[in-house]
């Protein structure tokens, strides 16, 4: 039997505070829920990716940062931690290429019968369209996976993930690096009704959060939600990105600037 068909999907992750990396206790437990986006910030090497790998492996005080993950309350089964098939947490990683050789639309139909959706080819049809509205660069549903450029390969991924997956929990790190439209990301992920963590670098991002989890020295140090002027700032730089957005694409088809 399926780990699905054992036990229903979490809605709420705990993650108990461990250690930093001179042994200093992490401050209480955090609780990630269905629905929410969680933004870990911090400088490279503060210790974001060791976070990401402890809920991805549901840590169980076996990691180097002594953490322990509880789901909806209670200790993982070694099913959850340990099954290959229908894992509890998806990741989409900063590196995302593909060595499968074949069609954009057949790898999505193969991947849609896999997870016995209804109508595998139209389920794949609405990944396709999905992902060419995050892609800076759109792609045909003939094209190869191994043609695919980075952000075109994070654009297909995110929409997979957000659209066929089944995994309620989903972790992604920096999407801001692929050229890929983060607003249209954003709002795909949250309809998609995911436990979502992401580590970012980027303000827009971060502030689009529902909360920001400030790592330090391997440890989580700082716990902030979004205030009334972090709101203000983060309309003024998305109209700043729409800007940015309007100019790269008129340059790259060879337009006027203005």
């Known amino acids: 039997m399926s780990l699905p068909d054992v036990l229903p999907a979490p809605r709420e992750l705990t993650l108990t505070g461990g250690h930093d990396k001179s042994g200093a206790p992490e401050c209480a437990a955090l609780a990630f829920r269905v629905g929410e986006i969680t933004a870990l910030l911090g400088p490279t090497g503060s210790g974001k990716s060791r976070l990401l790998s402890d809920i991805e492996s549901l840590a169980a005080g076996d990691t180097p940062s002594g953490r322990t993950l509880l789901l909806d309350g209670r200790p993982p ?101 692929a050229g890929v439209d983060k607003t249209q990301a954003l709002a795909l992920l949250l309809k998609s009704e995911k436990i979502i963590v992401m580590a970012t670098h980027d303000p827009v991002l971060a502030l689009s959060a529902h909360r920001r989890l400030v790592v330090e020295n391997g440890a989580v140090r700082h716990v902030l939600a979004r205030t009334e002027a972090e709101t203000s700032t983060l309309k003024r730089l998305a109209g700043m990105e729409a800007e940015f957005s309007r100019i790269r694409a008129a340059l790259r088809v060879g337009g006027e600037i203005r």
Do not use: K
Request: aromatic residues 4%; proline residues 4%.
């Open 77 to 177: 089964t070694d099913d959850e931690r340990f099954e290959l098939q229908g894992r509890l947490v998806a990741q989409i990683t900063q590196n995302m290429n593909f060595v499968l050789d074949m069609g954009v639309l057949d790898f999505l139909i193969a991947h849609a019968e896999s997870r016995n959706a209804p109508e595998p080819a139209a389920a794949a049809v609405r990944v396709l369209a999905a992902a060419n509205e995050l892609a800076g660069e759109p792609f045909a549903e003939r094209t190869q996976l191994t043609q695919l450029s980075g952000g075109q390969s994070r654009a297909l991924m995110i929409a997979d993930t957000a659209l066929l997956s089944t995994s309620p929990v989903l972790l992604i790190d920096e999407i801001e690096n």
